[in-house]
Protein backbone atom coordinates (compact mmCIF):
# COMPACT_ATOMS: atom_id res chain seq x y z
CA UNK A 1 0.00 0.00 0.00
CA UNK A 2 1.19 3.84 -1.17
CA UNK A 3 0.55 5.90 2.36
CA UNK A 4 0.81 9.61 1.02
CA UNK A 5 1.52 12.00 4.19
CA UNK A 6 1.04 15.75 4.19
CA UNK A 7 0.53 18.55 6.00
CA UNK A 8 -0.87 22.37 6.12
CA UNK A 9 -2.78 22.50 2.79
CA UNK A 10 -4.95 25.56 3.99
CA UNK A 11 -7.78 25.23 1.90
CA UNK A 12 -5.50 24.65 -1.45
CA UNK A 13 -7.38 20.86 -1.26
CA UNK A 14 -7.44 20.28 -4.80
CA UNK A 15 -3.80 19.22 -4.73
CA UNK A 16 -4.82 16.54 -2.33
CA UNK A 17 -5.82 14.64 -5.74
CA UNK A 18 -3.18 16.17 -7.75
CA UNK A 19 -0.62 14.60 -5.22
CA UNK A 20 -2.17 11.50 -4.60
CA UNK A 21 -2.37 11.11 -8.51
CA UNK A 22 0.99 12.14 -8.75
CA UNK A 23 2.23 9.46 -6.30
CA UNK A 24 0.01 7.00 -7.28
CA UNK A 25 -1.03 6.78 -3.36
CA UNK A 26 -3.71 4.39 -2.30
CA UNK A 27 -4.37 6.48 0.88
CA UNK A 28 -3.73 10.26 2.25
CA UNK A 29 -2.82 11.24 5.33
CA UNK A 30 -3.31 14.84 6.20
CA UNK A 31 -1.72 15.80 9.72
CA UNK A 32 -4.01 19.22 10.15
CA UNK A 33 -4.70 23.30 9.18
CA UNK A 34 -6.71 21.70 6.45
CA UNK A 35 -8.92 24.12 5.56
CA UNK A 36 -12.03 23.83 7.26
CA UNK A 37 -13.89 26.68 6.91
CA UNK A 38 -17.41 27.93 5.71
CA UNK A 39 -18.14 31.08 3.78
CA UNK A 40 -21.93 31.24 5.44
CA UNK A 41 -22.36 35.18 6.72
CA UNK A 42 -22.39 33.39 10.06
CA UNK A 43 -19.16 31.95 9.28
CA UNK A 44 -17.63 35.13 8.71
CA UNK A 45 -18.93 36.75 10.99
CA UNK A 46 -17.49 34.63 13.64
CA UNK A 47 -14.06 33.95 12.30
CA UNK A 48 -11.38 36.41 14.44
CA UNK A 49 -10.12 38.81 12.58
CA UNK A 50 -6.63 37.56 12.92
CA UNK A 51 -7.72 34.71 10.70
CA UNK A 52 -9.32 37.47 8.27
CA UNK A 53 -5.97 38.94 7.90
CA UNK A 54 -3.83 36.05 7.52
CA UNK A 55 -6.31 34.29 4.71
CA UNK A 56 -5.31 37.38 2.73
CA UNK A 57 -1.66 38.26 3.51
CA UNK A 58 -0.58 34.10 2.47
CA UNK A 59 -3.11 34.08 -0.31
CA UNK A 60 -1.72 32.73 -3.54
CA UNK A 61 -3.03 34.11 -6.92
CA UNK A 62 -4.39 37.45 -5.59
CA UNK A 63 -2.61 41.42 -6.22
CA UNK A 64 0.45 41.53 -4.83
CA UNK A 65 -0.50 44.85 -3.52
CA UNK A 66 -3.52 43.36 -1.78
CA UNK A 67 -1.71 40.68 0.44
CA UNK A 68 0.69 43.84 1.25
CA UNK A 69 -2.17 45.57 2.80
CA UNK A 70 -3.68 42.89 4.38
CA UNK A 71 -2.58 44.22 8.21
CA UNK A 72 -4.48 47.65 6.99
CA UNK A 73 -7.47 46.36 5.34
CA UNK A 74 -10.70 47.19 7.83
CA UNK A 75 -12.68 44.62 8.65
CA UNK A 76 -15.19 44.98 6.45
CA UNK A 77 -12.83 44.84 3.01
CA UNK A 78 -10.80 41.97 4.53
CA UNK A 79 -14.58 39.92 4.16
CA UNK A 80 -15.16 41.35 1.00
CA UNK A 81 -11.94 40.27 -0.54
CA UNK A 82 -12.30 36.80 0.65
CA UNK A 83 -15.17 36.33 -0.50
CA UNK A 84 -14.65 37.68 -4.23
CA UNK A 85 -11.56 35.37 -4.33
CA UNK A 86 -12.51 32.75 -2.06
CA UNK A 87 -9.71 32.61 -0.06
CA UNK A 88 -11.29 30.72 2.61
CA UNK A 89 -10.59 28.19 0.19
CA UNK A 90 -12.00 25.13 -1.17
CA UNK A 91 -13.55 23.04 1.23
CA UNK A 92 -17.19 24.02 0.52
CA UNK A 93 -16.87 22.94 -3.05
CA UNK A 94 -16.30 19.09 -1.76
CA UNK A 95 -19.34 19.84 1.09
CA UNK A 96 -21.24 20.64 -2.41
CA UNK A 97 -20.09 17.84 -3.98
CA UNK A 98 -18.78 19.70 -6.35
CA UNK A 99 -15.15 18.13 -6.11
CA UNK A 100 -14.53 14.70 -4.40
CA UNK A 101 -11.84 13.34 -3.10
CA UNK A 102 -10.64 10.27 -5.52
CA UNK A 103 -8.41 8.53 -2.19
CA UNK A 104 -9.43 7.55 1.31
CA UNK A 105 -8.40 11.11 3.30
CA UNK A 106 -7.67 10.28 7.08
CA UNK A 107 -7.31 13.63 8.63
CA UNK A 108 -7.16 15.84 12.67
CA UNK A 109 -7.91 19.34 12.84
CA UNK A 110 -4.82 21.68 12.94
CA UNK A 111 -5.14 25.33 14.50
CA UNK A 112 -6.00 27.32 11.59
CA UNK A 113 -10.00 25.80 11.16
CA UNK A 114 -13.14 26.73 11.78
CA UNK A 115 -14.02 24.88 14.96
CA UNK A 116 -17.68 24.53 14.42
CA UNK A 117 -17.37 22.93 11.12
CA UNK A 118 -14.44 20.86 12.63
CA UNK A 119 -16.97 19.35 15.30
CA UNK A 120 -20.06 18.67 12.47
CA UNK A 121 -17.35 16.87 10.85
CA UNK A 122 -16.45 14.83 14.12
CA UNK A 123 -20.36 14.63 14.88
CA UNK A 124 -21.18 13.37 11.34
CA UNK A 125 -23.80 16.80 10.78
CA UNK A 126 -21.16 17.25 8.05
CA UNK A 127 -20.22 14.42 5.42
CA UNK A 128 -18.23 14.40 3.14
CA UNK A 129 -17.18 11.26 1.25
CA UNK A 130 -13.90 9.55 1.02
CA UNK A 131 -13.08 11.92 4.06
CA UNK A 132 -12.68 10.72 7.44
CA UNK A 133 -11.76 12.64 10.93
CA UNK A 134 -9.27 10.48 13.39
CA UNK A 135 -9.56 11.09 17.07
CA UNK A 136 -8.47 9.28 20.21
CA UNK A 137 -11.41 6.84 19.72
CA UNK A 138 -10.46 5.95 16.02
CA UNK A 139 -10.20 2.58 14.92
CA UNK A 140 -8.42 2.92 11.32
CA UNK A 141 -6.62 -0.33 10.61
CA UNK A 142 -4.78 -0.15 6.96
CA UNK A 143 -3.18 -2.47 4.79
CA UNK A 144 -4.18 -5.54 7.65
CA UNK A 145 -1.48 -4.35 10.10
CA UNK A 146 -1.17 -0.08 10.90
CA UNK A 147 -4.07 1.31 13.48
CA UNK A 148 -4.02 5.04 12.96
CA UNK A 149 -5.29 7.12 16.04
CA UNK A 150 -4.47 10.36 15.59
CA UNK A 151 -5.19 14.17 18.09
CA UNK A 152 -5.39 17.11 16.16
CA UNK A 153 -5.51 21.03 16.90
CA UNK A 154 -2.57 23.36 19.04
CA UNK A 155 -1.49 22.91 22.18
CA UNK A 156 -2.68 26.06 24.29
CA UNK A 157 -2.15 25.56 27.78
CA UNK A 158 -4.97 27.76 29.34
CA UNK A 159 -7.42 25.35 27.89
CA UNK A 160 -5.57 21.76 27.57
CA UNK A 161 -7.57 21.06 31.20
CA UNK A 162 -10.70 21.73 29.62
CA UNK A 163 -13.21 19.21 28.89
CA UNK A 164 -12.99 18.71 24.60
CA UNK A 165 -15.69 20.43 23.09
CA UNK A 166 -15.17 24.09 23.32
CA UNK A 167 -16.57 27.33 22.03
CA UNK A 168 -13.05 28.69 21.75
CA UNK A 169 -12.75 29.37 17.43
CA UNK A 170 -9.62 27.09 16.84
CA UNK A 171 -9.17 23.63 17.94
CA UNK A 172 -6.79 22.46 20.74
CA UNK A 173 -5.67 19.35 22.07
CA UNK A 174 -6.97 18.47 25.56
CA UNK A 175 -5.65 16.06 28.47
CA UNK A 176 -8.54 14.38 28.26
CA UNK A 177 -8.19 12.90 24.68
CA UNK A 178 -4.81 11.83 25.72
CA UNK A 179 -5.90 9.75 28.74
CA UNK A 180 -8.31 8.14 26.37
CA UNK A 181 -5.30 6.85 24.09
CA UNK A 182 -2.97 5.99 27.50
CA UNK A 183 -5.78 3.94 28.71
CA UNK A 184 -6.36 2.20 25.14
CA UNK A 185 -2.62 0.87 24.54
CA UNK A 186 -1.32 1.31 27.73
CA UNK A 187 -3.29 0.58 30.79
CA UNK A 188 -5.69 -1.58 29.52
CA UNK A 189 -2.91 -3.79 27.66
CA UNK A 190 -1.42 -4.00 30.92
CA UNK A 191 -4.21 -4.90 32.66
CA UNK A 192 -4.57 -8.15 30.81
CA UNK A 193 -1.29 -9.13 31.37
CA UNK A 194 -1.12 -8.71 34.89
CA UNK A 195 -4.14 -10.56 35.38
CA UNK A 196 -2.30 -13.63 33.40
CA UNK A 197 1.05 -13.02 35.45
CA UNK A 198 -1.43 -13.27 38.61
CA UNK A 199 -2.77 -16.09 37.82
CA UNK A 200 0.80 -17.92 36.87
CA UNK A 201 2.48 -16.62 40.33
CA UNK A 202 -1.04 -18.50 41.85
CA UNK A 203 -0.40 -21.35 40.41
CA UNK A 204 3.67 -21.57 41.34
CA UNK A 205 2.31 -20.60 45.11
CA UNK A 206 -0.18 -23.87 44.92
CA UNK A 207 2.35 -25.84 43.44
CA UNK A 208 4.57 -27.68 46.55
CA UNK A 209 6.97 -29.74 44.59
CA UNK A 210 10.06 -27.92 43.81
CA UNK A 211 10.93 -30.13 40.38
CA UNK A 212 7.03 -29.65 39.11
CA UNK A 213 7.22 -26.29 40.21
CA UNK A 214 10.33 -25.04 38.27
CA UNK A 215 8.67 -27.16 34.78
CA UNK A 216 5.42 -25.10 35.82
CA UNK A 217 8.01 -22.01 36.31
CA UNK A 218 9.46 -23.26 32.92
CA UNK A 219 6.30 -23.39 31.15
CA UNK A 220 5.03 -20.32 31.99
CA UNK A 221 8.76 -18.18 30.80
CA UNK A 222 8.06 -20.42 27.44
CA UNK A 223 4.16 -19.26 26.92
CA UNK A 224 5.11 -15.66 27.78
CA UNK A 225 7.40 -15.25 25.32
CA UNK A 226 5.70 -17.03 22.48
CA UNK A 227 2.84 -14.76 23.12
CA UNK A 228 4.67 -11.75 23.00
CA UNK A 229 5.96 -13.22 19.94
CA UNK A 230 2.81 -13.87 18.38
CA UNK A 231 1.45 -10.37 19.29
CA UNK A 232 4.52 -8.79 17.54
CA UNK A 233 4.12 -10.83 14.72
CA UNK A 234 0.08 -10.17 14.67
CA UNK A 235 -1.00 -7.16 16.22
CA UNK A 236 -1.45 -4.00 14.26
CA UNK A 237 1.64 -1.14 14.78
CA UNK A 238 0.15 2.09 16.27
CA UNK A 239 0.77 5.27 14.01
CA UNK A 240 -0.07 8.12 15.56
CA UNK A 241 -1.06 11.76 13.75
CA UNK A 242 -1.23 15.69 15.29
CA UNK A 243 -0.97 18.89 14.23
CA UNK A 244 1.71 19.97 16.61
CA UNK A 245 5.13 18.71 16.27
CA UNK A 246 6.33 16.26 19.26
CA UNK A 247 9.64 18.27 18.75
CA UNK A 248 8.25 21.34 20.36
CA UNK A 249 5.87 19.64 23.09
CA UNK A 250 8.18 17.13 25.33
CA UNK A 251 4.60 16.40 26.75
CA UNK A 252 4.01 14.42 23.63
CA UNK A 253 7.44 13.13 23.52
CA UNK A 254 6.90 11.61 26.93
CA UNK A 255 3.28 10.35 25.15
CA UNK A 256 5.33 8.13 22.60
CA UNK A 257 7.18 6.70 25.04
CA UNK A 258 4.32 5.49 26.50
CA UNK A 259 2.31 4.80 23.59
CA UNK A 260 5.26 3.15 21.68
CA UNK A 261 4.04 4.34 17.38
CA UNK A 262 6.32 2.89 14.82
CA UNK A 263 5.70 6.65 13.05
CA UNK A 264 4.21 9.86 14.37
CA UNK A 265 3.39 12.59 11.91
CA UNK A 266 3.28 15.95 12.65
CA UNK A 267 3.24 19.27 10.72
CA UNK A 268 2.34 23.19 12.41
CA UNK A 269 6.07 24.02 11.99
CA UNK A 270 6.47 24.41 8.64
CA UNK A 271 9.97 22.92 7.57
CA UNK A 272 11.46 23.06 4.36
CA UNK A 273 11.69 19.68 3.93
CA UNK A 274 10.41 16.75 5.78
CA UNK A 275 12.13 15.80 8.57
CA UNK A 276 12.45 12.42 10.73
CA UNK A 277 14.50 12.04 14.13
CA UNK A 278 13.75 9.77 16.94
CA UNK A 279 14.82 10.95 20.55
CA UNK A 280 17.69 7.64 20.89
CA UNK A 281 19.80 9.60 17.99
CA UNK A 282 19.74 12.80 19.97
CA UNK A 283 19.71 11.93 24.03
CA UNK A 284 21.23 9.89 26.52
CA UNK A 285 18.34 9.07 29.04
CA UNK A 286 19.36 11.79 31.48
CA UNK A 287 19.16 14.56 29.09
CA UNK A 288 15.78 13.71 27.82
CA UNK A 289 14.44 13.61 31.16
CA UNK A 290 16.40 17.19 31.94
CA UNK A 291 14.67 18.50 28.50
CA UNK A 292 11.22 17.02 29.41
CA UNK A 293 10.93 17.32 33.49
CA UNK A 294 10.53 21.11 33.46
CA UNK A 295 7.10 20.99 30.92
CA UNK A 296 5.79 17.99 32.90
CA UNK A 297 6.33 19.85 36.31
CA UNK A 298 4.26 22.89 35.04
CA UNK A 299 1.74 20.48 33.36
CA UNK A 300 1.71 18.64 36.99
CA UNK A 301 0.94 21.80 38.75
CA UNK A 302 -1.51 23.12 36.28
CA UNK A 303 -3.55 19.85 36.67
CA UNK A 304 -3.16 20.59 40.65
CA UNK A 305 -5.61 23.30 39.88
CA UNK A 306 -8.11 20.99 38.99
CA UNK A 307 -11.26 23.52 39.21
CA UNK A 308 -11.25 23.52 35.56
CA UNK A 309 -12.14 19.63 35.54
CA UNK A 310 -15.42 19.96 37.23
CA UNK A 311 -17.64 22.50 35.26
CA UNK A 312 -20.91 22.07 37.19
CA UNK A 313 -20.11 19.04 39.35
CA UNK A 314 -20.06 18.39 42.70
CA UNK A 315 -15.74 18.84 43.39
CA UNK A 316 -16.25 22.37 41.48
CA UNK A 317 -19.16 23.20 44.34
CA UNK A 318 -17.03 21.94 46.94
CA UNK A 319 -13.61 23.98 46.18
CA UNK A 320 -16.02 26.86 45.24
CA UNK A 321 -17.47 26.29 49.06
CA UNK A 322 -14.33 25.74 50.81
CA UNK A 323 -16.06 22.28 51.67
CA UNK A 324 -14.40 19.35 50.07
CA UNK A 325 -15.56 15.61 51.36
CA UNK A 326 -13.28 13.21 51.90
CA UNK A 327 -12.95 11.19 48.73
CA UNK A 328 -12.74 14.85 47.06
CA UNK A 329 -9.30 15.30 49.69
CA UNK A 330 -8.17 11.77 49.07
CA UNK A 331 -8.05 12.45 45.67
CA UNK A 332 -6.07 15.26 45.79
CA UNK A 333 -3.57 13.92 48.67
CA UNK A 334 -2.61 11.23 46.34
CA UNK A 335 -1.99 14.21 43.32
CA UNK A 336 0.09 15.72 45.91
CA UNK A 337 2.10 12.92 47.48
CA UNK A 338 3.20 12.05 43.29
CA UNK A 339 4.66 14.77 43.51
CA UNK A 340 8.33 15.05 45.31
CA UNK A 341 9.58 17.28 47.40
CA UNK A 342 12.14 18.35 45.74
CA UNK A 343 10.34 19.49 42.68
CA UNK A 344 11.30 22.82 41.23
CA UNK A 345 10.21 24.44 38.33
CA UNK A 346 12.95 26.15 36.35
CA UNK A 347 11.43 27.12 33.41
CA UNK A 348 13.33 29.21 31.33
CA UNK A 349 10.42 32.59 31.95
CA UNK A 350 11.13 36.15 33.15
CA UNK A 351 12.33 37.04 36.57
CA UNK A 352 8.54 37.38 37.47
CA UNK A 353 7.21 33.69 36.71
CA UNK A 354 6.12 32.28 40.26
CA UNK A 355 9.23 29.51 41.50
CA UNK A 356 8.26 26.66 43.66
CA UNK A 357 10.35 26.02 47.17
CA UNK A 358 10.45 25.02 49.99
CA UNK A 359 7.26 25.32 52.19
CA UNK A 360 5.56 26.86 49.60
CA UNK A 361 1.68 26.55 49.77
CA UNK A 362 0.92 24.18 46.77
CA UNK A 363 -2.49 25.59 45.95
CA UNK A 364 -1.52 29.29 45.86
CA UNK A 365 1.25 27.85 43.97
CA UNK A 366 -0.75 26.41 41.31
CA UNK A 367 -2.63 29.13 41.54
CA UNK A 368 0.06 31.94 40.52
CA UNK A 369 1.54 29.57 37.97
CA UNK A 370 -1.79 28.98 36.07
CA UNK A 371 -2.58 32.74 36.21
CA UNK A 372 0.85 33.59 35.19
CA UNK A 373 0.76 31.59 32.25
CA UNK A 374 -3.05 31.74 31.28
CA UNK A 375 -3.07 35.40 31.33
CA UNK A 376 0.34 37.05 31.76
CA UNK A 377 2.98 35.08 29.86
CA UNK A 378 0.34 34.16 26.93
CA UNK A 379 -0.97 37.09 26.30
CA UNK A 380 0.38 38.06 22.77
CA UNK A 381 1.94 41.75 22.23
CA UNK A 382 -1.20 42.33 20.17
CA UNK A 383 -3.92 41.33 22.49
CA UNK A 384 -2.04 43.51 24.74
CA UNK A 385 -2.14 46.81 22.67
CA UNK A 386 -5.73 46.15 21.68
CA UNK A 387 -6.89 45.75 25.19
CA UNK A 388 -4.73 49.25 25.47
CA UNK A 389 -6.54 51.05 22.56
CA UNK A 390 -9.84 49.88 23.72
CA UNK A 391 -9.50 51.26 27.04
CA UNK A 392 -8.39 54.45 25.13
CA UNK A 393 -11.38 54.60 23.36
CA UNK A 394 -13.61 54.08 26.40
CA UNK A 395 -15.74 57.11 26.89
CA UNK A 396 -15.67 57.89 30.67
CA UNK A 397 -19.42 58.40 31.26
CA UNK A 398 -20.36 55.70 29.04
CA UNK A 399 -18.31 53.11 30.85
CA UNK A 400 -17.99 50.00 29.11
CA UNK A 401 -16.54 45.74 29.65
CA UNK A 402 -13.06 45.22 27.70
CA UNK A 403 -13.84 41.64 26.23
CA UNK A 404 -10.72 39.70 25.11
CA UNK A 405 -12.34 36.55 23.63
CA UNK A 406 -9.48 34.90 23.12
CA UNK A 407 -8.31 35.20 27.34
CA UNK A 408 -11.90 36.18 28.73
CA UNK A 409 -11.47 32.38 29.84
CA UNK A 410 -8.19 31.87 30.89
CA UNK A 411 -9.00 35.14 33.50
CA UNK A 412 -11.85 33.72 34.70
CA UNK A 413 -10.21 30.10 35.27
CA UNK A 414 -8.15 32.00 38.04
CA UNK A 415 -11.63 30.88 39.81
CA UNK A 416 -13.92 28.04 39.57
CA UNK A 417 -16.18 26.73 37.21
CA UNK A 418 -14.61 27.39 34.24
CA UNK A 419 -14.19 24.92 31.21
CA UNK A 420 -13.41 21.23 32.80
CA UNK A 421 -15.45 17.69 32.44
CA UNK A 422 -18.93 16.99 33.86
CA UNK A 423 -18.17 15.13 36.73
CA UNK A 424 -15.80 14.03 39.54
CA UNK A 425 -15.91 10.81 38.42
CA UNK A 426 -14.05 12.01 34.75
CA UNK A 427 -11.93 13.97 37.11
CA UNK A 428 -10.54 11.00 39.14
CA UNK A 429 -10.75 8.84 35.92
CA UNK A 430 -7.76 11.71 34.20
CA UNK A 431 -5.91 11.94 37.81
CA UNK A 432 -5.67 8.39 37.62
CA UNK A 433 -4.18 8.50 34.22
CA UNK A 434 -2.23 11.71 34.43
CA UNK A 435 -0.31 10.65 37.71
CA UNK A 436 1.55 8.08 35.27
CA UNK A 437 1.76 10.18 32.33
CA UNK A 438 3.23 12.92 33.83
CA UNK A 439 5.71 12.07 36.35
CA UNK A 440 8.98 10.13 34.69
CA UNK A 441 10.42 6.85 36.17
CA UNK A 442 13.47 6.78 38.43
CA UNK A 443 16.24 8.03 35.77
CA UNK A 444 20.10 7.61 35.95
CA UNK A 445 21.62 11.32 37.26
CA UNK A 446 23.08 13.72 34.94
CA UNK A 447 26.97 12.20 35.46
CA UNK A 448 29.04 14.98 37.40
CA UNK A 449 31.45 15.34 34.81
CA UNK A 450 28.79 16.93 32.35
CA UNK A 451 28.69 19.88 34.90
CA UNK A 452 30.80 21.82 32.94
CA UNK A 453 32.74 25.09 35.50
CA UNK A 454 32.81 22.83 38.24
CA UNK A 455 35.70 21.09 39.50
CA UNK A 456 33.80 17.58 38.49
CA UNK A 457 34.25 18.30 34.93
CA UNK A 458 35.82 16.46 32.94
CA UNK A 459 35.48 16.31 29.09
CA UNK A 460 37.53 13.33 28.58
CA UNK A 461 34.93 11.30 31.28
CA UNK A 462 31.84 12.64 29.12
CA UNK A 463 32.71 9.98 26.39
CA UNK A 464 33.08 7.33 29.04
CA UNK A 465 30.05 7.96 30.79
CA UNK A 466 27.39 7.33 27.91
CA UNK A 467 25.50 4.52 28.57
CA UNK A 468 23.17 2.74 26.09
CA UNK A 469 19.74 4.46 26.53
CA UNK A 470 16.26 2.26 27.06
CA UNK A 471 14.07 5.11 28.00
CA UNK A 472 13.99 7.21 24.62
CA UNK A 473 14.28 4.47 22.54
CA UNK A 474 10.88 4.73 20.44
CA UNK A 475 8.92 6.54 17.48
CA UNK A 476 10.13 7.93 14.40
CA UNK A 477 8.89 11.82 13.80
CA UNK A 478 8.32 12.43 10.67
CA UNK A 479 7.41 16.29 10.89
CA UNK A 480 5.95 17.96 7.42
CA UNK A 481 6.07 20.96 5.61
CA UNK A 482 3.29 22.73 3.70
CA UNK A 483 1.70 20.71 1.20
CA UNK A 484 1.24 23.74 -1.38
CA UNK A 485 5.06 24.19 -1.36
CA UNK A 486 5.72 20.62 -2.34
CA UNK A 487 6.26 18.65 1.19
CA UNK A 488 5.34 15.19 1.80
CA UNK A 489 6.00 11.84 3.30
CA UNK A 490 5.21 8.58 0.88
CA UNK A 491 5.55 5.62 3.10
CA UNK A 492 5.39 1.77 1.10
CA UNK A 493 4.21 -0.81 3.23
CA UNK A 494 4.60 -4.51 2.92
CA UNK A 495 1.62 -6.50 4.63
CA UNK A 496 3.69 -10.14 3.82
CA UNK A 497 6.77 -8.93 5.82
CA UNK A 498 5.51 -6.36 7.80
CA UNK A 499 7.65 -3.48 7.16
CA UNK A 500 7.73 0.04 5.27
CA UNK A 501 9.94 1.75 3.36
CA UNK A 502 9.65 5.99 3.12
CA UNK A 503 10.52 8.63 0.99
CA UNK A 504 10.44 12.16 1.73
CA UNK A 505 10.05 15.02 -0.31
CA UNK A 506 10.87 18.98 -0.09
CA UNK A 507 12.76 21.92 -1.42
CA UNK A 508 14.95 24.43 -0.24
CA UNK A 509 14.25 27.04 -0.59
CA UNK A 510 10.55 26.65 -0.19
CA UNK A 511 8.63 26.78 -3.60
CA UNK A 512 4.79 26.88 -4.13
CA UNK A 513 3.78 24.27 -6.24
CA UNK A 514 -0.06 26.04 -6.34
CA UNK A 515 -1.07 27.00 -10.23
CA UNK A 516 -4.15 27.62 -9.33
CA UNK A 517 -5.66 30.30 -7.01
CA UNK A 518 -9.31 29.39 -4.86
CA UNK A 519 -11.14 31.60 -7.04
CA UNK A 520 -9.97 29.81 -10.08
CA UNK A 521 -10.60 26.35 -8.59
CA UNK A 522 -14.36 27.74 -7.84
CA UNK A 523 -15.04 28.85 -11.39
CA UNK A 524 -13.70 25.91 -12.68
CA UNK A 525 -15.65 23.86 -10.46
CA UNK A 526 -18.82 25.45 -10.91
CA UNK A 527 -18.18 25.50 -14.57
CA UNK A 528 -17.81 22.02 -15.00
CA UNK A 529 -21.46 21.81 -12.71
CA UNK A 530 -22.75 24.04 -15.69
CA UNK A 531 -21.31 22.48 -18.36
CA UNK A 532 -22.85 18.96 -16.98
CA UNK A 533 -18.95 17.36 -16.98
CA UNK A 534 -18.13 15.49 -14.37
Request: proline share 4%.
Amino acid sequence: MKILAISDTHGHLHLINDLAKKYQADVVLHCGDFGFYSETADALAATPDRELTLRVHHAQGIDPAVKKSAFKLTREEKIEVIKKEHLLGEFELFVQGHLRFDVPVYCVPGNHEDVAVVNKLYSKELVVPNLHMLDEDSDVILDGWIRLVGIGGNFIHWNFFDKKNSDAYYPSMRMSQWCTLYERFVKAPRAILQEELTKQAAALEAEKGKKKRAALKKQFADENKEREEKAKATEPVLWVMTHVSPGKLPFLERMSLLLKPTFWFSGHMDPFVSQAYCLFTMFEDWEWADRATRELQVLRFMLLRNANWAKGGALAKALTDGQESSAQQSLQDSWISKISPNDTVEYNMPADCPRWTEGTDIQKFSKDLHDYFCVTHFRSDNEKQKGKEEEKDQKADEPKKVEDKVFSKAVASSGVNVGGLASEEEYAHVLDCAVEMLNLPALPQKPACYNEGTEEYDAGAIVTSRKPCDLVKGATFLNLPDAYMGGYVLVETDAGTRTTQVQAGGSIPPRSIVTKSHRQVWEEALASVTSGEP
